[in-house]
C-alpha cells in the first residue's frame, strides 16, 4: 500500500505541449505539497493545500497550476512546458496544517525536449 | 528566508566505517526532518527530530535547536547507504509556514565495497 502516490513516474514530452501529474495519500492526511527537484537535486517548494484551500504559492510561473478536488488528492497542471520545466517533480503530504512529519511520493520525472 | 547548510557536501567512504553529517540552520525551528535519497531517487524518512536525540538502528541524529544544528551519524555503513542526504527544516514562524520545509543543499554519501 504506496502511502503517497504519484502518476505518472516518468513523463517526457515536447516543448509547447500541456501535461498533468497526479497525486493520491492513503495517509489521511490534510495538507499536501508539491516540490520540484531539480538538476543538481535542489529541493524547492512550489504549492500546498490544505483541505482543498491553497495556503502556500511560491514565485511559480502561472503556467503552473495545482488543483486539488479533495484532501487526499492534489494535482499539478503545467501548460506550454518548457526546456527549463525539465525536473523531478514530488508531492507530499502531512497531518495537520502546522508542523509535523512530511511523506514524500516517489517522484514524476519530466523530460521536455 | 532561514538558511539551511549541510556539510560536507561529499563523502566517501568504505563500508564498515562510521560518519557523522552536519546540518546547520540560520533561525529557530519548529520542524527538522533527515532524508536519504536513494540511487532509484525515491525520498526516505530517517528521522522527524525538531529537537533532542533518537536512534534507528546504525542511524541516530541529534538536534540542537537552541544552538541551531543537528547531525546525523551513520555507523557501521553499508553500499545501500549511499545516496544524498538532506536536512530540512521549518521555520518558527508563528502558525503562518504551513508545514513548508526549506531543503539543505545535500550530502551525497558513497560507500564502497
Known amino acids: 500500500d504506496t502511502a503517497v502516490s504519484q502518476t505518472p513516474k516518468y513523463l517526457v514530452t515536447q516543448m509547447g505541449n500541456d501535461k498533468s501529474i497526479k497525486c493520491e495519500q492513503n495517509?489521511?492526511?490534510?495538507?499536501m505539497y508539491w516540490y520540484k527537484q531539480d538538476s543538481k537535486k535542489f529541493l524547492k517548494i512550489m504549492f500546498s493545500y490544505n483541505n482543498k484551500e491553497l495556503i502556500i504559492n511560491e514565485t511559480v510561473p502561472n503556467r503552473f497550476s495545482p488543483k486539488s478536488p479533495d484532501k487526499a488528492h492534489l494535482n499539478l497542471h503545467i501548460n506550454s512546458l518548457e526546456l527549463g520545466d525539465s525536473a523531478v517533480y514530488f508531492c507530499?503530504?502531512?497531518?495537520?496544517?502546522?508542523?509535523?512529519?512530511?511523506?514524500f511520493g516517489e517522484g514524476s520525472r519530466l523530460t521536455v525536449l | 528566508g532561514i538558511q539551511v547548510e549541510q556539510s560536507p557536501p561529499d563523502l566517501i567512504l568504505q563500508e564498515g566505517a562510521n560518519s557523522t553529517l552536519r546540518c546547520n540552520f540560520s533561525d529557530s525551528v519548529n520542524n527538522l526532518q533527515w532524508f536519504h535519497q536513494n540511487p532509484w531517487g525515491q525520498l526516505i524518512n530517517l528521522f522527524y527530530?525538531?529537537?533532542g536525540t533518537k536512534q534507528n538502528g546504525r542511524l541516530s541524529a541529534t538536534t540542537v535547536a537552541t544552538e541551531r544544528y543537528s547531525l546525523l551519524y551513520i555507523s557501521s555503513s553499508q553500499t545501500t547507504d549511499s545516496g544524498v542526504y538532506f536536512c530540512a527544516v521549518q521555520p518558527n514562524a508563528g502558525g503562518t509556514s504551513y508545514g513548508k520545509l526549506t531543503f539543505g543543499q545535500g550530502t551525497i554519501l558513497t560507500v564502497h565495497p
Open positions: 495517509l489521511g492526511h490534510d495538507t
Open positions: 507530499a503530504s502531512k497531518k495537520g496544517r502546522g508542523t509535523g512529519e512530511l511523506f
Open positions: 527530530i525538531p529537537s
